[in-house]
């Protein structure tokens, strides 16, 4: 298709997201339900036919020598659609916030007023590389009665397409609405721009990518964007950390899974307990074959150490690699962290409560974590069943993000024949 056919393509997959917008809202608990069951049902029948479009982008990523990072990003195994399905389940027994009444008012001249949370409507979800999201992202948005259209990258484009063929069949047989779910089934950059002028259709835009990708939509969408940006994220030891604890923190925050945005990049030590903690981290770090960059006084410590300069603070690396630079107090621990920190997930090992108060309040992130790794940043770990991404705006929502964050609100105002004077 040219870019014409694209463009009428899109806006025709928009119109029928609005229309099935309109009857998903109207749709109650149990029907919404039952269709996320019916989803859940089909991965699970259809698990070896998603692995075998799977590895045909696995195998193209490997040929065309995508870094191992984003391979693992794209690659699905049997654990991780069990964990997608497990996903489902979770979301499906949440009380569903549509209808709740927030607020209430009986105001003294004949009316009641409530404010009550409502869908949003259409949510287009543009992202690189994650699989789970097809179906996180429309889980939530169905459990809550939004419409979705969906546009993956091209990486995945096998994986996405039976994904969605899948989900939406299923959805459909079960009661949803045709439209409810969009799927853009091209690699064309071109589609992307078009979702992004597509206000009229769209109520809410959701970019989950590299820092490039999510600047660019920033700059030209004219749907209202909620971000999921980079996770530069920090851990911080202070002097009164227990050190096998803090140890533990620090290598799980780094090598659980480094190529996801909760993990750590940088980790800031305490110079009164930074002989204690460094030798003994960076053995382990080496085991697990993570490049350590440094700064001075690290290195003089272990000297193993590569230097470290001004872009490693300001590098995602999303990979086995980390930074570590020891400070001489809390507050330039916090200084550092508000000034490198993307605002995602901000983590603090101390035992001392003064300490852990004063970094709560003044570390500015979505998240901040007490003797705790940033990796626990997820809408499963949460209690949320799954996420659609983690924000690091301030509005309309904030770090890990749920059913509740993809609702907006409406007045109902009851009257009695009721006019103002």
Not at 8 to 28: E, G, I, T
Not at 90 to 100: A, K, R, Y
Not at 244 to 273: F, G, W, Y
Not at 276 to 304: A, D, M
Request: overall charge negative; hydrophobic content about 40%; glycine content about 6%.
């Amino acid at each position: 298709m040219d870019n014409n056919e694209i463009k009428q393509a899109v806006l025709l997959k928009a119109r029928a997201a609005k229309d099935a917008a309109v009857k998903l809202a109207a749709m109650n608990a149990e029907q919404k339900n039952n269709i996320l069951t019916s989803i859940a049902e089909a991965l699970q029948q259809n698990m070896k036919e998603i692995l075998f479009h799977n590895e045909i982008d696995a195998q193209a990523a490997k040929e065309a020598q995508i870094t191992p990072v984003l391979i693992d990003r794209l690659t699905l195994n049997e654990k991780r659609i069990a964990d997608m399905i497990t996903g489902i389940k979770n979301v499906i027994v949440l009380q569903d916030p549509i209808g709740t009444v927030i607020e209430e008012n009986t105001l003294s001249f004949d009316i009641d007023v409530k404010k009550i949370r409502v869908p949003l409507g259409v949510i287009a979800m543009i992202y690189e590389a994650r699989p789970n999201v097809t179906v996180d992202a429309a889980t939530l948005c169905l459990k809550v009665g939004n419409a979705i259209i969906l546009k993956g990258g091209s990486e995945i484009l096998n994986t996405n397409r039976i994904l969605a063929k899948i989900i939406y069949e299923a959805g459909v047989k079960a009661g949803m609405p045709e439209g409810s779910i969009q799927f853009i089934d091209t690699a064309d950059r071109s589609a992307v721009q078009e979702l992004l002028h597509l206000d009229n259709y769209i109520d809410l835009l959701i970019p989950r990518g590299s820092e490039e990708f999510v600047n660019f939509v920033k700059k030209n969408s004219t749907v209202p964007i909620l971000s999921h940006g980079k996770g530069l994220c920090h851990t911080y030891i202070d002097k009164d950390a227990d050190v096998d604890m803090a140890i533990n923190i620090a290598v799980n925050a780094k090598c659980q899974r480094p190529s996801v945005c909760n993990a750590m990049e940088t980790l800031l030590v305490h110079k009164d307990i930074s002989d204690k903690i460094l030798p003994k981290l960076c053995e382990v770090y080496s085991k697990e074959n993570v490049e350590i960059r440094g700064c001075e006084i690290s290195r003089n410590i272990v000297n193993t150490i590569k230097p470290a300069n001004e872009e490693d603070w300001n590098t995602e690396y999303l990979d086995l690699k980390v930074s570590i630079k020891v400070v001489n107090s809390l507050e330039e621990a916090i200084a550092h962290i508000n000034k490198y920190g993307s605002k995602h997930s901000e983590a603090i090992v101390t035992n001392n409560k003064e300490a852990v108060a004063t970094f709560v309040v003044e570390v500015d992130a979505a998240a901040v974590f007490v003797n705790a790794s940033t990796r626990l940043h997820d809408g499963s770990v949460f209690g949320l069943g799954c996420e659609i991404g983690i924000s690091t705006q301030k509005l309309h929502a904030r770090g890990a993000m749920g059913i509740k964050e993809l609702t907006t609100t409406k007045y109902v105002v009851r009257g009695n024949g009721t006019i103002r004077k």
